[in-house]
């Protein structure tokens, strides 16, 4: 089984604070990504990598920084939290390769962030 | 406009009936498509791809219409734990990035 982890499922923090989200996959995958969900809006993509210190921004990165030294480990980084970053971010993983190929992606539980 | 519309239900239809949603997208350059579901407070799975002859996994079909850019998910016989929230997801193949519409609720009373 697939198996993608992050490491709170809810995180309060303060106006300013830097914040990391961690998140790990167990499967090799190369491709991992990380997304925010906010009622009306769906699932929007904020960075992603295809390989080892690779990344890409997504359709919403301002913000937002992302660090991937290993391959199992995806890390988001909120250089200075703001009220406007409270949502729910998720991190998915998914085989090489393009997303019209099986577009399978799995993702981990999620992280609830309130920024106060 | 989104790249990719559905309406948000909630679709409340009892046990046994047959629902239907409809997930329409803007770029015709869109090639590859899947249905995905979210359960509440869970992370979204997915639920299947969507080919051009449409396809049929049990009580699931999913159809695809390119003229009109939209694609749909029938579910038939419906059962209380088909509850959730139905996500459309778009994707080019010249892309690493799938494109989720915000889901359409289903909401299956016994």
């Known amino acids: 089984d697939v198996k993608v982890t992050q490491s709170s499922r809810y995180l309060v923090k303060r106006t300013g604070e830097k914040v990391f989200l961690e998140c790990v996959q167990d499967?090799?995958?190369?491709?991992m990504f990380w997304y925010r969900q906010d009622p009306g809006l769906g699932l929007r993509l904020i960075y992603f990598?295809?390989?080892?210190?690779?990344?890409e921004k997504g359709d919403i990165p301002e913000g937002y920084s992302v660090s991937r030294e290993k391959k199992e480990r995806f890390s988001l980084i909120l250089e200075s939290a703001s009220t406007n970053q409270t949502s729910m971010y998720l991190c998915?993983?998914?085989?090489?390769?393009?997303?019209?190929?099986?577009?399978?992606?799995?993702f981990g539980p999620g992280t609830r962030l309130t920024v106060l | 406009r989104k790249e990719v519309e559905q309406d948000p239900g909630p679709f409340n239809v009892p046990e046994g009936a047959t629902v239907a949603f409809n997930c329409t997208y803007s770029?015709?350059?869109?090639?590859?498509f899947f249905w995905y579901r979210q359960d509440c407070r869970k992370e979204p799975k997915l639920l299947m791809s969507?080919?051009?002859s449409g396809n049929e996994d049990g009580r699931f079909t999913a159809q695809l219409n390119r003229a009109s850019q939209y694609i749909s998910l029938l579910i038939r016989d419906s059962k209380l734990s088909d509850s959730a929230t139905y996500l459309c997801?778009?994707?080019?193949?010249?892309?690493?990035?799938?494109?989720f519409g915000s889901g359409t609720r289903l909401l299956v009373r016994p």
């Open positions: 998915a993983s998914s085989f090489p390769g393009l997303a019209g190929v099986g577009g399978e992606q799995f």
């Open positions: 499967m090799d995958h190369e491709n």
């Open positions: 990598s295809y390989d080892v210190k690779m990344k």
């Open positions: 770029n015709s350059a869109s090639q590859s």
């Open positions: 969507v080919y051009s």
């Open positions: 997801v778009v994707a080019m193949d010249s892309s690493y990035k799938l494109i």
